[in-house]
């Protein structure tokens, strides 16, 4: 399943005004984690981000999106040379979000690429109940 999330791409300066980016992201897993000070379950979802592809679907001239391997720039700070190729791999690499992430926007509908093993298309006319 693919959900949207809403990034902080902010720095660390509180009085910088907030930017934020929508990006979306392919759940692989669910956890929870039991807070031993308050008690309290939170989930989490582990993800593979999903990157935009420059061409549009063949057929549907609807958006394109592809697993990504490491994000890097202004989303994350790490340095690909300083990674091994198992870490620089999409297969390999995924990363962990809380619920608060989520984008309150409405989901949209993405349909897996039959013909590949790593790309969606965003189908911006037909959404499916969740």
Not at 14 to 41: C, Q, V, W, Y
Not at 67 to 95: C, F, H
Not at 101 to 106: F, G, I, N, V
Request: net charge negative; aromatic share 12%.
């Amino acid at each position: 399943m693919v959900i949207p999330i809403l990034e902080n791409l902010s720095a660390s300066d509180a009085n910088a005004e907030p930017e934020t980016m929508d990006s979306f992201a392919e759940i692989i897993g669910i956890l929870t984690h039991r807070n031993p000070l308050d008690g309290k379950d939170y989930v989490f979802f582990n993800v593979r981000w999903l990157g935009e592809l420059d061409d549009l679907d063949d057929e549907t001239d609807l958006p394109r999106y592809k697993i990504q391997k490491r994000r890097y720039g202004a989303v994350r700070a790490d340095d690909p040379a300083n990674l091994s190729d198992l870490e620089n791999t999409m297969e390999s690499w995924s990363s962990y979000i809380a619920m608060p992430a989520l984008s309150p926007d409405k989901f949209p509908y993405f349909v897996k690429d039959t013909t590949t093993r790593d790309e969606y298309i965003r189908n911006d006319y037909y959404f499916k109940s969740v």
